[in-house]
């Protein structure tokens, strides 16, 4: 199973729109719309953001979208503030019982 | 409220074994799947399988295939992995994390509670 692609890093302004992108196969991301993307802070376990697509969990700002076109995923959000600083990382169903992460996204707030 | 807690860092040497615990709280054990996931100094995250307590279904990752056993005690509700044959490249942070799953094929949907991290120093 090959890693999702992600870039390594993405920035923006406090306020802009930025977006993450995780490219993968017809085997994964392109078949199923079971990607989920996840917020991590340094030294801490990574939290849920967006699950099935593009599904908010409770408590999670709404500044955090997520859609997916063809064999990409992408993870939007908007209005960007200082917390938001941190790595992201999605993940695929990839069939049989399998997930596959990509490599991650460092987000810089400027 | 859900709580994964899991056991403390372990120091091990090249070729030995560790086993790292999983206590989960607040929810039926039974009803969600257990998944594992590392990840390696300032590296990304990589799954590394999953169990159902259920029903003790597994799956690993093809590159940890025959190093792996993951296993569960209801009795307890206690998720345990087990890493054999240690090498310095799985020094890493190990995670356990509550996974949804969906239908009889059990297609893994998402993880949305995670354990603190155990660190796994493999060394001489």
């Known amino acids: 199973q090959s890693a999702l692609t992600q870039p390594a890093s993405v920035s923006g302004s406090p306020g802009q729109s930025i977006t993450i992108s995780c490219t993968g196969t017809s085997s994964d991301v392109g078949t199923y719309n079971l990607v989920s993307w996840y917020q991590q802070h340094p030294g801490k376990a990574p939290k849920l953001m967006i699950y099935?697509?593009?599904k908010r969990p409770s408590g999670v700002s709404n500044r955090f979208s997520g859609s997916k076109s063809g064999n990409t995923a992408s993870l939007t959000i908007s209005g960007l503030q200082a917390e938001d600083e941190a790595d992201y990382y999605c993940c695929s169903y990839a069939g049989s019982s399998t997930l596959v992460f990509g490599g991650g996204t460092k987000l810089t707030v400027l | 409220q859900v709580q994964l807690v899991q056991s403390g860092a372990e120091v091990k040497k090249p070729g030995a074994s560790v086993r790292v615990s999983c206590k989960a709280s607040?929810?039926?054990?039974?009803?969600?799947?257990v998944s594992w996931v590392r990840q390696a100094p300032g590296q990304g995250l990589e799954w590394m399988g999953w169990i159902s307590p259920d029903n003790g279904n597994t799956n690993y990752a093809q590159n940890l295939q025959g190093r792996v056993t993951m296993t569960t005690d209801t009795s307890t509700t206690t998720a345990y992995m087990e890493l054999r044959s240690l090498r310095s490249d799985d020094t890493a942070v190990y995670y356990c994390?509550?996974?949804?799953?969906?239908?009889?094929?059990?297609?893994?949907?998402?993880?949305?509670?995670w354990g603190q991290g155990t660190l796994v120093t493999v060394s001489s």
């Open positions: 099935e697509g593009s």
């Open positions: 994390a509550r996974v949804a799953v969906q239908g009889i094929f059990d297609r893994l949907l998402y993880f949305d509670y």
């Open positions: 607040g929810y039926t054990f039974t009803t969600y799947g």
